[in-house]
C-alpha cells in the first residue's frame, strides 16, 4: 500500500489479504481505476474534492470521479454505473434527509453492500443518527470544515481499502460456492471429454471471464509421457485434438511442460496451469488464459477448486475405463458388438442408407487353430486380422470385433461386399514370424431398407454367416428376409409357449383308437393341444419342435403324462377297465437324465396301471443312439408300460434293432394308410408292417383311417387296429367318456 506521494497510515489496520485482494477487485471491477462518486449540491465540493484527491493512486489505479448534484441524479448514476468504490455524499440536498434516504436506497433497493459510503455536511446539527449509521454501513461521518485535503486523503484512501477487503471476502465467498457448485455440476458429466471441458467453463465462471483454454493428459505419468489434449474451449479451440504427441501451440506446449514438470499449478501474467496428480499412471493439466495476472484469492480458489476436482478426474478416468472396457474389444481395440450395435443403430436412423451393408467376416477353422496352436498364437492371428482389415479398409469403414473370431464392417456397398473383404484373406498373415493362410466367411445385410434395429441387423448377419459356414467355407451369403423370419419366428413362438405354460393355454385332447373287427373302442391317444388367447389353435406340428428345441418339451411332457395318467385312472373309475392310454414322448425327453424317474414318480403319484399306458416314440427316435436308447426301453417296460413305434415305415429300422428294442406296437403312419386305396400294386407298405407285426408278434395301429375303404382294405390285410377321423377326431375329456359309453367301450 503506498499512496503516491503520500504518508503512510499507520492508523489503520490492514487485512492480510488486502494487498492481494486489490488485484481481484481490480480485474473484476472497472478496469484499472477506482471509481468515486461525489453527491453534493455544492459545484465547489465538487472541484474542490477533485483537486484534493487528483494525485492519490492505489496500487497503479488512479480515480475516476463520478459526479451527481442532487440526490436523483446520483440515483440514476447509482442504476447505471457498476464497481463504485466510495460514495462521497452530501446529508442535506433537495431535502434535509436526501442523503440519507440515498443511502437507504443504495442498501435496500439497489441492494449494493460493497461500495463504501462517507457522508459530508456543512452543518454539525445535521449529524445523523449512530443507528443509522451503523444500519446503513455508513464508513464515515465529516463536517465539510474537517475534511482537509490531508484528511480526506486518508478517510477516502481507507474507504477503498475497505472496499477491497469487502469484494475480496465476497469475491472468495462466490468462489468457494461456485466450487461447491461446479464439483456437482462436474460430477453429473460423463464422459473424460465432457469432464475435461466442463472444468475449463467452471474455472471460467470463477474467475468471470470468458473460457479459454485446454485439458491435457500425460499417459505414462512421466517426462516421457505421451501427450493428449482431451478438451479444448475458446481461443484454443482452434488447437487440433488429433496431434496426439504435443500441442500445437509452443507458448501453451511450454507452459504444459512447466506445470506437467514441476508438478504443479502454475500462475503467470498471461495464463494459469493447473495441475493435476491423476492416479499415477495419467496425470492432468488445464490450461487458461487469463490474459492478466490472477489475484492471490483467485490462485487460492483455483488451488481449492483443482484439489476438489482431482478426486472426480480419478473416478471419470475409471468410469471411463469401465466404459471402453464396455465398448471396446481389450485385444484388438476395436469396438466390440455393443458398440457396433449403437453404431449401426445410429446410420439406421438416419434417412439414407442405400448403398450401405453390414458384414459378419468370420476366419475359417479358428477354433481349431486356437486349440492345436494355443491362445496365444489365436490372439496374434486375430490382431493381425485386426491389423489388416483395420488398416486396408478402416479409413473409410466401421471395424468391430463382435465375437471371438468374427469381425464387423460396416459402410460402403463398394467395400463391404464379398469380393473385397474375402480378397483381404488372399494373402497370407505372418504371425509370430510364420506365413499364416488364411480364409474367412461372411454374412452380409444390405441396410438399404432395412426395418429391423442394429441387434437385429447383426443377428440377420449372423444368420447369413451360420447359412454360408453350413454351404462351402470360405464363401458368403447374403442375408435373404425368409431367412430370418422362420428362426425370429421360432424366438417368438418360444416366448409365447412359455407364457402359455402359465397362462393353462395348453391343454390335452384325446383320439380313441378302436378294434377294427368289433368297431369297439380299445383305447386312445392323448394329443396336445394349444388353444390361444384370441381362440385360435396352434398345430403342435408347429409348436412341438420349437418346445423341444427350447427345452419346454420335459416341463409340457410331464404335464401331458400325468393328465394322461389322472384321465386313465378316471376312466377305469367309470369302468373301462379295458382301455390303453397312448402317450407321445419326444426324443428330447427321452435323452433327459431323470426321464426314467419322471415316469416311475407319475406312476406312483396318479397310481395308474403302468400295463394300461403305452408310451409312442417315433421311428426317428428309435434309430439314434441304439444302445443307451434299449438300456432305457428295458427299463421303461420293467415299469410294465408298453411301447409302440410311432409313424412307422418312415425311417428305416432294421428287423434285428426292431427286436431288440422291444416294442409292443407298430403305428402305421397315415402317408401309407392314404395310399392303400391309390396304390395300384397289390401290396402297399401298409400290408408289409401289418405282416411284420404278425411275424414280430407285435401289434399293430393303423393311423389316419378317414374311410370305410381304407378301413375295410386293413382289416382284409388284418390289421387289429386303427385311429383316424372315420371313427373318431380328438376330442375332450367329457367328450371322450361320453363317446366310449355311446361306443360300447368295454
Ligand atoms: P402323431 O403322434 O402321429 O399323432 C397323430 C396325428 O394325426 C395327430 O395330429 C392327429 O390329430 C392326426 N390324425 C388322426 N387321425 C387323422 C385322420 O384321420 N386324418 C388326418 N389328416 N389326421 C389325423 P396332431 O394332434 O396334430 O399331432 C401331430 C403330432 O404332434 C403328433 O403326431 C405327435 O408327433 C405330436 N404330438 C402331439 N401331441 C404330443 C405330445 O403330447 N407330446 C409329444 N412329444 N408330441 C406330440
Ligand atoms: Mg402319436
Ligand atoms: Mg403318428
Redesign the pocket.
Known amino acids: 500500500m503506498n499512496p503516491a506521494g503520500m504518508p503512510a497510515d499507520d492508523d489503520i489496520v490492514f487485512l492480510d489479504e488486502a494487498h492481494d485482494a486489490a488485484a481481484t477487485a481490480a480485474r473484476s471491477g472497472a478496469e484499472g481505476v477506482w471509481r468515486v462518486l461525489i453527491v453534493d449540491d455544492d459545484a465547489d465540493v465538487h472541484s474542490a474534492t477533485t483537486f484534493a484527491l487528483a494525485n492519490l493512486e492505489m496500487q497503479q489505479r488512479p480515480l475516476e470521479f463520478l459526479h451527481a448534484y442532487s440526490a436523483t441524479e446520483a440515483r440514476e448514476i447509482l442504476a447505471r454505473e457498476r464497481d463504485i468504490a466510495v460514495i462521497l455524499l452530501d446529508v442535506v440536498m433537495e431535502q434535509d434527509d436526501s442523503g440519507l434516504q440515498l443511502v437507504r436506497h443504495i442498501r435496500d433497493v439497489l441492494k449494493l453492500s460493497e461500495p463504501r459510503i462517507i457522508l459530508r455536511t456543512g452543518q454539525p446539527g445535521y449529524a445523523p443518527e449512530i443507528d443509522a449509521i451503523r444500519d446503513f454501513d455508513i464508513n464515515d461521518y465529516k463536517t465539510k470544515s474537517e475534511l482537509t485535503r490531508i484528511k480526506l486523503y486518508t478517510t477516502v484512501t481507507a474507504a477503498i481499502r475497505s472496499y477491497e477487503q469487502i469484494r475480496a471476502i465476497n469475491t472468495s465467498r462466490r468462489g468457494l460456492d461456485r466450487i461447491v457448485r461446479a464439483s456437482t455440476e462436474l460430477m453429473a458429466l460423463h464422459g473424460l471429454d465432457n469432464f475435461a471441458a466442463g472444468i475449463l467453463q467452471q474455472v471460467a465462471g470463477l474467475l468471470e471471464c470468458e473460457p479459454d483454454g485446454l485439458v491435457c493428459v500425460r499417459e505414462g505419468g512421466n517426462d516421457h509421457g505421451e501427450l493428449f489434449i482431451i478438451a479444448t474451449l475458446g481461443a484454443c479451440e482452434g488447437l487440433s485434438r488429433n496431434a496426439a504427441y504435443g500441442i500445437g501451440d509452443h507458448a501453451i506446449a511450454r507452459a504444459v511442460d512447466g506445470s506437467f514438470g514441476a508438478r504443479h499449478h502454475l500462475f503467470e501474467a498471461q495464463h494459469a496451469v493447473l495441475y493435476f496428480p491423476g492416479n499415477g499412471s495419467r496425470d492432468f493439466a488445464a490450461y487458461i488464459r487469463t490474459g492478466a495476472p490472477l489475484g492471490e484469492i483467485q490462485q487460492r480458489l483455483l488451488e481449492v477448486f483443482a484439489r476438489h476436482i482431482t478426486v472426480g478426474l480419478d473416478n471419470v478416468m475409471l468410469v471411463s475405463r469401465l466404459h471402453n472396457s464396455a465398448f471396446y474389444d481389450p485385444l484388438t481395440k476395436l469396438p466390440n458388438r455393443t458398440r457396433l450395435r449403437e453404431i449401426l443403430d445410429e446410420s439406421l436412423s438416419l434417412g439414407n442408407r442405400e448403398g450401405i451393408a453390414l458384414a459378419l467376416v468370420d476366419i475359417d477353422h479358428f477354433a481349431e487353430t486356437n486349440d492345436a496352436l494355443g491362445h496365444q498364437f489365436g490372439d496374434l492371428l486375430l490382431l493381425s486380422v485386426a491389423a489388416r482389415l483395420q488398416g486396408e479398409l478402416g479409413e473409410q469403414l466401421t471395424i468391430g470385433r463382435v465375437g471371438g473370431d468374427t469381425f464387423g464392417v460396416l459402410g460402403d456397398t463398394a467395400l463391404v461386399n464379398p469380393g473385397v473383404l474375402l480378397r483381404l484373406f488372399d494373402k497370407p498373415f505372418s504371425i509370430d514370424g510364420q506365413d499364416v493362410q488364411l480364409s474367412a466367411t461372411a454374412g452380409l445385410v444390405s441396410l438399404a431398407d432395412y426395418e429391423g434395429g442394429g441387434a437385429d441387423a447383426l443377428k440377420d448377419a449372423d444368420i447369413a454367416l451360420k447359412r454360408a459356414k453350413l454351404l462351402q467355407r470360405a464363401g458368403h451369403f447374403y442375408f435373404s428376409r425368409n431367412m430370418g423370419v422362420d428362426i425370429r419366428e421360432r424366438v417368438r413362438m418360444m416366448h409365447a409357449l412359455r407364457t402359455a405354460i402359465e397362462d393353462n393355454e395348453l391343454f390335452?385332447?384325446y383320439?380313441p383308437q378302436i378294434d377294427l373287427a368289433s368297431r369297439r373302442p380299445v383305447g386312445a391317444?392323448?394329443?396336445?393341444?394349444w388353444k390361444t388367447k384370441d381362440g385360435s389353435f396352434v398345430?403342435?406340428?408347429r409348436f412341438?419342435p420349437i418346445?423341444?428345441y427350447s427345452g419346454l418339451?420335459i416341463e409340457?411332457?410331464e404335464r401331458?403324462l400325468r393328465e394322461a395318467c389322472l384321465e386313465l385312472v378316471r376312466l377305469q373309475q367309470l369302468g373301462f377297465q379295458d382301455f390303453t392310454m397312448s402317450?407321445?414322448?419326444?426324443q428330447v425327453?427321452f435323452r433327459h437324465p431323470r426321464f426314467l424317474d419322471m415316469v416311475r414318480d407319475v406312476l406312483h403319484e396318479t397310481q395308474a396301471p403302468a400295463s394300461r399306458i403305452e408310451l409312442?416314440i417315433?421311428e426317428s427316435i428309435a434309430m439314434e443312439e441304439p444302445d443307451a436308447l434299449i438300456r432305457l426301453l428295458g427299463q421303461i417296460k420293467q415299469t410294465g408300460i408298453s411301447i409302440a413305434i410311432?409313424?412307422f415305415g418312415t425311417g428305416f429300422s432294421s428287423l434285428s434293432y426292431l427286436q431288440r428294442l422291444q416294442a409292443d406296437r407298430l403305428?402305421i403312419?397315415?402317408s401309407f394308410v392314404t395310399e392303400i386305396t391309390s396304390s395300384a400294386r397289390g401290396s402297399s407298405i401298409a400290408e408289409m408292417v401289418i405282416q411284420l407285426g404278425r411275424n414280430l408278434g407285435l401289434s399293430v395301429v393303423a393311423?389316419?383311417?378317414?374311410d370305410e375303404r381304407q378301413a375295410g382294405i386293413l382289416e382284409a390285410l388284418g390289421c387289429p387296429l386303427a385311429?383316424?377321423?372315420?371313427f373318431a377326431?380328438?376330442m375332450t375329456v367329457d367328450q371322450l367318456r361320453t363317446w366310449l359309453k355311446q361306443n360300447g367301450a368295454r
Request: proline residues 8%.
Open positions: 390335452v385332447v383320439q391317444e392323448a394329443l396336445l393341444r398345430p403342435p406340428d412341438i418346445a423341444e418339451i409340457i411332457g401331458v402317450v407321445n414322448v419326444s425327453q409312442e417315433t410311432d409313424d403305428k403312419d397315415r393311423e389316419g383311417v378317414e385311429q383316424g377321423y372315420l377326431r380328438p
